[in-house]
């Protein structure tokens, strides 16, 4: 074999591997297509879900608006409740000032009742001691009613003054010394309410 025979073998050698290179990199470069195909098939499959500060700040709002107008809600039911019971409970007090002294005129109305039949039979009747304890019987039933209803006679009698009870309307020298601020008389009789005075007594105070 002389050395033209040689030179054209090595040349068709080298021919052939730089056919086999780029067959290869042909190859390669159809695999690394293939592989962006399939990456951009699954990336447009699941898209990656990035928020923003911006909208996460504006999600935020949202739900702090929803959950505003949740409480605005709830106050405004509130209130509104509140000023029903206000003016159930304001009528409720006016009728009961109204109205409170119902039960002691009812108790009252019988002994309006004995003191018609009392002066009717003053009418026709010359009997005194008959009249005289009708109108008895009369006044101890409306002290009875008064005292159901927390109504009592301040005493007086024998007792010394006191002006969280009594009003001294008048000053007589004493009979005695035991008698010295002492009530002599009661002028007009006081009363308590519940323990409260409503009248004090006028009385007279020996000195």
Known sequence: MNANEKETIREEELQDKAELTEDENILNNDVSDNEEDTNEKVNDEEPEITLTEEEKLIQQLEKANASIEEWKDKYLRLSAEFDNYRKRTIKEKAELILNG????????????????????MMETSEELPAIKEGIELIFNKFISILGQNGVKRIETKDKPL?????????????????????????????YTLNDKVIRHAKVVVGE
Do not use: F, W
């Not at 002294?101 to 009717?120: C, Q, Y």
């Not at 002006?163 to 009661?186: F, M, N, R, W």
């Open 101 to 120: 002294s119902e039960k002691t005129i009812n108790g009252i109305l019988p002994i309006i009742d004995d003191m018609e039949r009392a002066v009717k």
């Open 162 to 190: 006191d002006t969280d009870y009594h009003e001294a309307i008048a000053v007589i020298p004493a009979p005695s010394e035991e008698l010295k601020g002492q009530i002599l008389d009661c002028v007009q009789t006081g």
